[in-house]
């Protein structure tokens, strides 16, 4: 018992955490712990889960990395299960520091080797893990620098520069000059960033800015 792996799911679903459970019932170096629907409310003051199986969309609002961050440190490592239907946060959690991407859909013994894996602290190559890799469009992207990218993000969501300075604690002049030089290297690119609208549009091309949701 003492060598066990310890097991807990973050999962919007409580169905998830029951299949998990039984898919490592009989595997004797791994214990399903706990379940919870968000990272939140699973961790505590002290961490009693050596491996937690993330949830990529969860419906609290987190994004994958800021769970994979948080349960990191609080000791975890994590291995993210997905239905793969959002590109961009499949990508998201591709860049953060989860040992592995697997489908929901896959196999039994495929779910069951990456948390095997997981447990041994391995990375899990998968087909989604290599597709947000070699779909990635933050490889080919605008070369903008980390403040851009920010500026971008925030203000192609909706803000105005005057809300973009308060968030970044900037002048709304500097925000104004980073916006005057994400249009320039678009511009060189041969694509259009006039407008909002069409900076939004270059944004979630490149993966700076989320893809919107569908119901």
């Not at 050596?50 to 440190?73: F, K």
Request: proline share 5%.
């Amino acid at each position: 018992m003492e060598n066990r792996t310890r097991v807990a799911v973050v999962d919007d679903h409580e169905l998830v955490a029951m299949a998990v459970a039984g898919l490592i019932a009989d595997e004797r170096e791994l214990e399903f712990t706990r379940h919870a629907p968000s990272v939140a409310k699973l961790i505590g003051p002290r961490c009693d889960a050596d491996v937690v199986i993330l949830d990529l969309s969860l419906r609290d609002g987190t994004t994958p990395a800021e769970n994979v961050r948080a349960l990191q440190t609080w000791g975890a490592e994590v291995l993210v299960l997905t239905s793969a239907e959002n590109p961009y946060l499949v990508r998201e959690a591709s860049r953060t520091g989860a040992l592995g991407i697997v489908r929901k859909s896959a196999p039994r013994e495929v779910i069951v080797g990456a948390i095997r894996a997981a447990a041994r602290g391995e990375h899990v190559p998968s087909t989604e893990w290599a597709s947000a890799l070699d779909t990635d469009p933050m490889l080919r992207a605008a070369p903008l620098t980390a403040r851009e990218r920010e500026v971008l993000g925030h203000y192609a969501s909706g803000m105005g520069a005057r809300e973009v300075a308060a968030v970044l604690f900037v002048s709304e002049n500097t925000v104004n000059d980073h916006l005057r030089r994400i249009r320039a290297v678009y511009h060189q690119l041969g694509r259009p960033a006039g407008t909002k609208v069409e900076l939004y549009q270059r944004g979630v091309e490149d993966g700076f800015v989320p893809s919107p949701v569908r119901d």
